[in-house]
Each structure stands twice: as C-alpha cells, then as structure tokens.
C-alpha cells in the first residue's frame, strides 16, 4: 500500500553503471518502483563527478539518462526524473558547474573530502558569486567543520543535505550531528544516497515516519518535499 506522504529526493545515485550506484538498468527500475511505492513524485538523479567511483563521462551519463528516461515511459511508471550530478570538489581542477545543476537549475550538489580538511566556507562563497546555490552533500560527515563554520555558511545561504540513514542508524557521529542541525533547523533537506536496494535502499519513507513525530509539520514538509520542488521549479 503507498503512502499519502509525497516526497523528491534530491541526492542518489539510480543512474545505473555511471558510477558505484546502480549495476543495471533493472536495478534502476526498481529503485525506481520503491521509490514510488513510498510516495516519492520526482527524483534528480545525482551520478558522482570528479569521484574516482565515476565510469562514465558527463556525456556518456547524459545519454544513459534518456535510456532510462524511455524505460520508465515505456513501464509507465508514475515518477519524474530530472538529471543532476554529485561533485566532488577538487582544488586543482577548474570545473564547468553550470554543466552540472540539479534539474536544469542554478543549484549544484557539492561533496568534499571527509579525511582532508576543505576550504568548505570559501568555496561555497565562491559559488555563490558565480550565481549558483550551493547544497553541501551529506554535511554531517565533514567532521572538521566547525559550529562557528555551520553558523558562516547558513549566514551566507548555503544549503544542508542530510542522508537519510544519519536519522535513524549509521554512524553514532553523523547522527549526532544529524540532531545538532536539527535542533540549529539547519537542514534543507532529507535525500537518500542510495545506490542499491541491499545496503543502500531507497528509504526516505522510513526516515520521515522516523522523525515525524519529533519535528514541527511545516519543517518536516520543507526537508523532505517543499523545499527540493523549489529546485524543480527553478529549472
């Protein structure tokens, strides 16, 4: 039975064997089909950029994503997809952000290194300047931000990804960390991260009936819908 419950999922890697997400596109399917078992209306699509997991180029993961784009047109099912990207920060690099937004918008999904300190501060400032609206991938996991460095960046109008599992398991940590920006109403956004549907699942439904009971109705509605339909909008 599907949820009333309607979510988007801004951050998973369904593309199927652009990078050490999906293997196939069966596998894609069905993600796909739990997703919209649990409610789910739309899904950017986010295969890693300037990851040592990517295997495809950026057009080669463009053309993929019109393969499944027919397939789930061809199944009918009832979901949108829109293409986006995870990239990877690297310093060395001049990067094209504007090939990378999410769904055609000026927001971009940006990871850094979790075992090298990053200037996370100063590059998402530097976006912002160029036009585009940072969201920091994952955010919990930078275990050397600094609170005075949370406080910098929500200032400036960053935005945080939470993963799904930080809610409710995986690391003591990052779920920790997970309570603090909550309790700061830092989040922007609840996303999956999912690559598989072993370890990985598609599971932004149990995250939400997780932490309903414990977050005001309109913050709730904002990380886990509103605010990522903001992207859609803003194609």
Not at 60 to 84: A, P, R, S
Not at 93 to 109: E, G, P, R, V
Not at 128 to 152: C, M, N, S, V, W
Not at 180 to 206: C, E, G, Q, W
Request: charged share 30%.
């Amino acid at each position: 039975m599907k949820t009333n419950v309607r979510f988007i999922d801004i951050h998973n890697h369904v593309l199927p064997t652009v990078d050490d997400g999906s293997k196939s596109i069966e596998m894609s399917v069905e993600m796909i089909k739990k997703y919209i078992h649990d409610g789910v209306t739309d899904l950017i699509l986010t295969p890693h950029n300037y990851n040592s997991v990517q295997t495809k180029s950026r057009a080669e993961q463009v053309m993929i994503f019109n393969q499944l784009q027919e397939e789930v047109k061809k199944l009918e099912l009832t979901i949108n997809l829109h293409l986006g990207a995870e990239v990877m920060y690297r310093e060395h690099l001049k990067i094209n952000y504007k090939d990378f937004t999410l769904a055609n918008s000026n927001y971009i999904l940006i990871e850094f290194s979790q075992f090298n300190d990053a200037s996370i501060v100063d590059v998402c400032y530097n976006l912002k300047t160029q036009g585009f609206k940072p969201i920091i991938a994952h955010i919990e996991r930078y275990d050397y931000l600094t609170k005075k460095e949370y406080d910098i960046l929500k200032k400036d109008g960053v935005l945080f990804q939470v993963n799904a599992k930080s809610v409710f398991k995986d690391r003591k940590e990052w779920h920790n960390k997970f309570k603090f920006l909550l309790k700061k109403a830092y989040i922007d956004f609840i996303a999956t991260d999912a690559h598989n549907m072993s370890n990985r699942a598609p599971n932004l439904k149990v995250a939400y009936d997780h932490v309903k009971e414990i977050i005001d109705e309109d913050y709730l509605n904002k990380i886990f819908y509103d605010n990522a339909r903001k992207i859609i909008e803003a194609a």
